[in-house]
């Protein structure tokens, strides 16, 4: 059987309690706080009551010299006839700190991966790693390569089509061509011995393709697609190679018939 404890108890118990405490009445106002939350927040009068008592389920509080601690906010009612909200401040900084570690672990994976994870093509980073030595291949033998930005665009957001898209590209490329993507999920196409001009044509044959491709296996998509080509020139590298074909299509896009843009 339990029984309720003294008043002078409980407030004894209240005062040595590690856990940060602090009492609201009805309208948000304090009428009472324990040690520790005077210890860690300061004073009632200079407290940052929007910023630490508003409807929040966490705060993030940083004292005078110390590094930003992160607390979870759980609350109780006393009951009784002039209720008060007992909220505690409950530590989870190094919870919190463990979970932006992981993220940032995951955001330098993803960096560091070389394939798109819904195609399985390579990403804008490997495609970057596979373009440089047939840029240098070009530039010793001066032979032509091409790049294409094809941007493919469907209502919603369907990975599968996008699948499907990827895999209707290789089959029609020759095995030497490289399809990938960049971070904008368009489609790159790397064309070694092609041509500017040759590369523009297998861009518009390709784009024909599609809309049929489209038509026939997904009739309920309105697709639209547009490219950008670029071919090689001296000064290029690998990076300047993408970023003019980035910015032929841009320019394409940006014009009212959205024609190809070559650059």
């Not at 006393?78 to 700190?97: A, K, N, S």
């Not at 809309?211 to 300047?240: H, I, K």
Request: aromatic share 6%; proline share 4%.
């Amino acid at each position: 059987m339990s029984e309720t404890l003294p008043p002078e108890q409980a407030l004894r118990l209240i005062d040595t309690c590690p856990i940060p405490m602090v009492m609201l009445d009805s309208q948000g106002a304090i009428r009472a706080c324990n040690p520790a939350f005077t210890s860690l927040f300061g004073q009632s009068g200079t407290l940052e009551q929007d910023k630490l008592l508003g409807d929040v389920a966490q705060v993030s509080w940083k004292a005078s010299g110390t590094q930003l601690h992160h607390y979870a906010v759980h609350r109780s009612n006393t009951g009784g006839d002039d209720p008060l909200e007992v909220r505690y401040f409950i530590d989870i900084t190094r919870q919190v700190m463990l979970e932006q570690s992981q993220q940032a672990l995951r955001k330098e994976l993803r960096e560091q991966s070389l394939t798109d994870t819904a195609t399985g093509l390579l990403n804008q980073r490997g495609v970057m790693l596979a373009l440089e030595p047939q840029v240098a291949r070009s530039r010793r033998y001066n032979s032509p390569i091409s790049v294409v930005t094809l941007d493919v665009q469907w209502t919603g957001k369907d990975d599968a089509l996008r699948k499907r898209v990827a895999q209707h590209l290789k089959d029609q490329l020759r095995w030497a061509d490289l399809v990938g993507c960049d971070d904008t999920q368009c489609f790159l196409l790397v064309l070694p011995e092609t041509a500017q001009e040759s590369a523009r044509r297998l861009a518009e044959k390709l784009r024909k393709r599609l809309l049929e491709f489209a038509q026939g296996e997904f009739p309920a998509q309105s697709l639209s697609v547009a490219y950008g080509v670029s071919g090689w020139q001296r000064t290029d590298n690998a990076s300047t190679l993408l970023k003019r074909s980035a910015l032929a299509l841009q320019q394409a896009r940006s014009g009212q018939d959205q024609q190809p843009v070559a650059l």
